[in-house]
């Protein structure tokens, strides 16, 4: 079937604009290109974004695009549906020269699109965020059934009528995919679409695409999960720098090869440490119990969790089972009745503000980075002010010292890597990885003895990654007690010491990662409570 | 004291004093769900009144006034859309610009006819419903003005919730991005919604100067453009509460004209800022009351597409 034929290859870091269409010449069952870029080029200013970059993706294939943050993806993605214009080469569709002069245009042919960062509206409903996505005035009662519908085709679980503000970014990602699916795409490309999935709900999404490709759609996947590659696709585009690099067959690749091409060098794994002392408690909640609040946050029932120096202690779960309020709860941005229900090093803190918490030494990274980590449109050094303000070396007597703002701001630069353009850009210019290590940056150079990280690299490329997870276990080395708070389970697999599960405002007692499983913590995030995982790892 | 001829004249004429207040921020509130703030409804309210009146008073149709005043609003709002929305220059800078701009052009046109005067919009009839008492002439006795701006609460509430179009304006407002990746033309829309509001800022000038006070002044307007805005952020962008809003303010400046007339020696200064002071109070109150339920998300904010 398609693909097969393909013999995996790899040029060096030169353009070679027509590798994607005059290839491969084998035995000629290679489906016909539906949408095909040719050689396109695109700068901002000095950077240049893509370096004569040709991709073409096939009737009933699923295209893997490959490459770390910065590589050009995204610039690629957005000039083959429209909302980027090419400054040389060319878009073909069925073979034909086409321009896409805006996203509209891209859409009448059929190229539906799932971006990486939701083009939802928060205070419309589903119905009517896909409706917007649609072309035509279906009548939104009409158009709910049809949702229905392929929610119940697809297992996509979405409720029609429930306002997209108030749903979890596992769900918002199923209404960007509902919503592109009910167009009826030709060609469906799909942005980091596990990211925020369970085990089960990436492989109903790989059972989704199968389908669709079964259908003769084509499909482009694009995606840090090189075995999720591996699996699910026939063909594989690499970039790096702006620049294509390869054209592979993912299937005949190992991910350390696939990896190689992306980095262009090995990419560490974290390193996990075999023994260490456990101090002690850092953190200690006890019968934490929380309203939800009506539209966002789900409720909180009688959460119990001790967390010592020395430990990374993970909590996976589906998103929107109170994950969020649970972090709120820790940062002190809600506050409950309780002051006892939360004891930070020793003192309560159930009572206390997020400056105050801070103040005792708590580090906290929420999940979205723009807008409730850092401020979009502020430079990056005031927005390490934002979480270090009450520390009492930056700000004197009401007055921000600049040097040491400076200083400090230098130091997370260097010391966590973090790349940019400028010498001060505003925290929305950066890309998430870079952006996530700057946050990360900011909160470790407290020094904490509690740090709280919500979704640590969603959206992040596998050496920005890498590089976060290794810091935080590096943080626990030297005494801290870390919780991370993460929707994707090979994550918390790879660098926890201990996992409990998050159901319905539920937690169970976390379980050392060596005596549970994969398929023993689906379980209990599929909201069998108790504490399955345990028992799981008994019976094995 | 009074009796029901008195307090249906009174009812006729509150009714009177919400239509102008309750058209301009209708207008204004679809333009604000695009996600532009226009400061300018008063200078565009103004500039419907003077055009209004000098067209209807030259060629003596009053709806030839009406229309004239209603492309005023629109030229003078299309003035701040291309400001705003393709030049995405400050909107509130450019809202007040344009305010000031409407009230130094509306003195111009209206020099030639201070001291002159036109009869009035004349009052629809319906023989029988009319002649109720108390709500009669309230209800069944208003001028053309009266009825249109019901017809448009209704056009605009029913329209924003229920129709495609009105869902795009909505979604615009909500986020310029979002709707800009999913292809809409984002700052066509908001120029239309930014006329709609210049047209409605125009009629609402009209009823001024045609029907409620059948005469030009140059400052007849008084700050009902200002008050129109803060209806619809105290309405918390809903149309059904501007209603509430624009009867409330329109009852309390009626009444207290009635109050200043039986002399309990309140001083009238305060009397006067009576209805301003009562919206306000109870705007806030409905805002307090229905928390979270905010701005558009994107109002205010310019849109500037990548290429």
Excluded at chain 2, 252 to 277: C, D, N, T
Aim: proline share 5%; glycine share 12%.
């Amino acid at each position: 079937m398609p693909g097969e034929v393909i013999s995996g290859k790899a040029l060096s870091g030169e353009a070679m604009p027509d590798i994607a269409t005059s290839d491969p010449a084998a035995s000629g069952a290679v489906p016909p290109a539906v949408l095909e870029a040719i050689g396109l080029t695109k700068r901002f200013g000095a950077l240049v974004a893509n370096d004569h970059v040709s991709l073409a993706i096939r009737a009933g294939e699923t295209h893997a695009l490959l490459g770390e943050n910065g590589a050009g993806k995204s610039t690629l993605v957005k000039m083959m549906c429209g909302l980027l214009q090419a400054d040389s080469g060319e878009l073909r569709f069925a073979g034909e020269p086409i321009t896409f002069p805006d996203p509209a245009a891209s859409r009448a042919k059929g190229i539906g699109v799932v971006f990486q960062h939701f083009a939802l509206f928060d205070a419309l409903t589903v119905v009517e965020n896909v409706a917007l996505g649609l072309p035509g005035r279906e009548p939104l009662a009409a158009l709910a059934a049809r949702i229905e519908d392929c929610v119940g085709r697809y297992g996509l679980e979405v409720e029609p009528h429930r306002r997209v503000g108030e749903l979890s970014v596992g769900e918002r990602q199923r209404v960007e995919i509902v919503r592109c699916l009910l167009g009826d795409p030709r060609v469906l490309i799909l942005d980091e679409p596990t990211s925020v999935l369970t085990p089960d709900e990436s492989e109903s999404l790989f059972r989704t695409v199968d389908l669709l490709t079964a259908e003769g759609r084509a499909v482009l996947f694009i995606s840090h999960k090189l075995d999720e590659v591996r699996r699910l696709c026939q063909r594989a585009t690499v970039l790096r720098g702006g620049k294509f690099i390869a054209e592979v067959d993912p299937r005949r690749e190992s991910s350390a090869s696939l990896a190689r091409l992306m980095v262009g060098a090995e990419v560490p794994r974290t390193p996990r440490v075999a023994t260490h002392e456990l101090g002690e408690p850092r953190l200690l909640i006890k019968n934490l119990t929380l309203k939800g609040d009506g539209s966002r946050g789900s409720a909180l029932h009688a959460i119990n969790l001790e967390i010592r120096a020395g430990e990374i202690v993970g909590i996976a779960g589906v998103a929107g089972n109170g994950q969020t309020t649970l972090f709120e709860a820790l940062s002190g941005e809600r506050r409950g009745e309780d002051a006892e229900a939360i004891v930070i090093d020793r003192t309560p803190a159930g009572a206390l503000g997020p400056t105050e918490r801070r103040a005792l030494k708590a580090g906290f990274v929420p999940e979205e980075r723009l807008g409730h980590a850092a401020a979009p449109d502020m430079r990056l050094s005031d927005n390490v002010l934002l979480t270090t303000h009450g520390d009492g070396r930056i700000v004197r007597h009401g007055v921000v010292r600049h040097s040491v703002l400076n200083a400090m701001f230098a130091d997370i630069v260097k010391r966590f890597d973090v790349r940019f353009g400028g010498k001060d850009p505003k925290a929305r210019r950066l890309s998430g990885g870079n952006l996530q290590k700057f946050v990360i940056g900011r909160e470790v150079l407290r020094e904490p003895v509690l740090l709280v990280v919500d979704q640590p690299t969603w959206g992040v490329d596998a050496a920005a990654a890498g590089f976060i997870r290794t810091t935080l276990r590096r943080k626990a080395a030297e005494g801290c007690a870390v919780l991370v708070i993460s929707q994707d389970l090979d994550e918390l697999l790879e660098f926890t010491d201990r996992i409990a599960v998050m159901s319905e405002g539920r937690l169970t007692q976390p379980v050392p990662v060596e005596e549970t499983s994969r398929e023993a913590i689906g379980l209990a995030m599929g909201g069998a409570h108790g504490a399955p995982a345990q028992e799981d790892a008994d019976a094995a | 004291m009074l009796d029901t001829v008195m307090i249906g004249a009174v009812l006729a004429s509150v009714v009177a004093a919400a239509t102008t207040l309750l058209i301009a921020s209708l207008g204004e509130l679809v333009a604000e769900r695009a996600g532009t703030l226009n400061l300018g409804v008063e200078g565009m309210m103004i500039i419907g009144a003077a055009v209004g009146y000098a067209t209807a008073y030259s060629s003596g149709s009053l709806l030839l006034g009406t229309l004239a005043a209603v492309l005023a609003g629109v030229a003078l709002s299309l003035v701040f859309a291309v400001l705003t929305v393709w030049l995405a220059a400050n909107q509130v800078a450019s809202g007040l610009a344009t305010t000031i701009l409407g009230l130094g052009l509306a003195g111009l046109i209206g020099a030639p006819f201070v001291g002159t005067r036109i009869d009035a919009a004349p009052e629809l009839r319906i023989p029988g419903l009319t002649d109720l008492p108390i709500i009669g002439k309230a209800v069944f006795g208003q001028d053309a003005f009266v009825y249109a701006s019901i017809a448009l609460l209704v056009l605009v509430t029913w329209g924003l919730a229920r129709t495609r179009t009105g869902l795009v304006i909505r979604a615009v407002g909500e986020s310029h991005v979002a709707a800009h990746a999913l292809g809409h033309p984002v700052r066509r829309i908001r120029t239309l919604a930014v006329m709609f509001g210049g047209a409605c800022a125009g009629l609402a000038g009209a009823q001024l100067s045609l029907a409620y006070t059948p005469f030009w002044a140059s400052d007849m307007t008084a700050g009902r453009g200002w008050i129109a805005l803060a209806l619809v952020v105290f309405s918390a962008w809903k149309p059904l509460w501007l209603l509430a809003g624009a009867y409330l303010f329109g009852a309390v400046s009626i009444l207290q004209l009635h109050v200043q007339g039986f002399g309990l020696g309140i001083p009238s200064q305060l009397l006067s800022s009576l209805p301003y002071l009562a919206t306000v109070a109870a705007l806030v109150l409905i805002s307090a009351l229905k928390r979270g339920q905010g701005a558009p998300a994107s109002l205010g904010v310019p849109f500037v597409p990548d290429r």
